[in-house]
């Protein structure tokens, strides 16, 4: 009996194993979204036909032919057989796993409403908003820094590689450094010592920023609260984002308190997630005024709760919104000029003196030496 047991459990055992095995590749596979260039083209493209009385499937399906990206034709024909077998629209989407829940809602508020095709052209002119101030944001950041790094290279390596033989030439012809000469020399000793720690430092830096979002909220946060530019920058970013994703649903036949859930997944990862879920509730359940609940709740700026409470009072809720919308597009835009010339002025200041620092540490030991070296031959 007691091996009839054991080797039914074995069997057993190995059945479950055999079972959980085709799961694993479902966890360890992550589906991305598609870039925000592509899922602009995509709803354009059903905006329009679907604006010429074409019907959701179809559209998807004369969409979807001739497409280079293969993983868009897949996931966009997997959507019409859903389509096609009777299941919403929205639901269809969110089963590709290739769309993010605000860009869901947005859909779903169109189908609801029988405006489908306004969903989608909303849904293009959004993305390709948030497209542009993206650019805009890594012209603004991704360049300076590459260039302060190609800078700094530039000065370890003359540091490193060039000032020695400087040193060695002087060494030679029994000229003894003095004065900026010595002191040019001590750097390049300090550097030739510690640029192995300083590049793995930077480096270790670099990679804990790139993989952890807590980290790049720590630094943002300390950032904002220290240079009032980039705060502004980046609450007129946020507010904007926000604000759009309400005025969209809400106007597309979204109840308020949804759509200010709904767009609380367009700012993920900042303290306005959560405030604006928590100001969705009080509307919705303690029957506060909307003003109210923005003003109690949230940190967003005071003309924002202003503009609602009109919106309430004179019952042009989605006009305020939309005014909003373009208020703060407006102050972006302007903030992202003056942050862009305020990181080149930075930028420039950085490049001037580390070409100095490399002129000086190369070329002043041999200008300064150059009489010395004369008299010694």
């Known amino acids: ?12 055992s190995a059945v479950a194993s055999k079972k959980q ?32 009385q074409i019907n959701t499937a179809d559209a998807i399906k ?6 280079p990206n293969k993983a868009m034709v897949d996931s966009l024909t997997q959507i019409r057989e859903d389509i096609a077998a009777g299941i919403n629209v929205h639901e269809a989407f969110r089963r590709s796993r290739r769309f993010n829940e ?26 390709k908003s948030d497209l542009f101030f993206t650019k805009q944001i890594k012209k603004a950041t991704i360049t300076p820094c590459v ?13 490193v590689k060039i000032v ?15 004065g900026m000469t010595a002191l040019s020399f001590q750097v390049s000793h300090f550097t030739q010592a510690t640029w192995p720690v300083f590049i793995a430092i930077a480096v270790g830096i670099a990679v804990t920023i790139a993989r952890s979002k807590k980290v790049r909220s720590l630094i943002l946060g300390f950032a904002m609260s220290k240079w ?11 507010q904007l984002t926000f604000l759009s994703t309400i005025q969209l649903l809400h106007s597309n036949g979204i109840n308020l308190a949804k759509s200010i859930r709904v767009s609380a997944n367009s700012v993920p990862n900042t303290p306005f997630y959560e405030e604006l879920r928590s100001a969705a509730d009080k509307y919705e359940h303690s029957g506060v005024p909307l003003s109210t609940a923005f003003a109690k709740y949230t940190s967003v700026d005071s003309q924002v709760t202003h503009m609602l409470s009109i919106g309430e009072k004179s019952a042009s809720l989605d006009a305020q919104l939309g005014m909003l919308a373009e208020m703060y597009e407006e102050d972006l835009q302007n903030h992202m000029t003056a942050f862009a010339a305020t990181v080149s002025f930075i930028v420039l200041i950085i490049a001037v003196m580390l070409i100095a620092a490399v002129f000086i540490g190369t070329f002043l030991p041999i200008f300064l030496m150059g009489p010395k070296m004369m008299q010694a031959a």
């Open 21 to 52: 095995a085709p799961a694993a590749p479902e966890k360890s596979s992550k589906i991305k979204e598609f870039p925000k260039k592509q899922q602009v083209d995509l709803f354009r493209g059903l905006g329009s036909m679907l604006r010429a």
């Open 164 to 178: 020695p033989q400087v040193e060695e030439m002087l060494n030679g012809v029994g000229a003894k450094p003095d």
């Open 102 to 127: 605000t860009i869901i809602g947005l859909i779903q508020a169109g189908s609801d409403s029988g405006q489908l095709h306004h969903a989608f052209q909303s849904l293009a002119a959004r993305l």
């Open 62 to 67: 004369y969409y979807a032919q001739g497409l």
């Open 147 to 159: 260039i302060i790094c190609v800078l700094v290279g530039a000065f370890i390596i003359s540091q």
């Open 1 to 12: 009996m007691t091996s009839a047991t054991t080797t039914a459990t074995q069997i057993s």
């Open 228 to 238: 009032r530019l980039l705060r502004l920058l980046v609450m007129s970013l946020r």
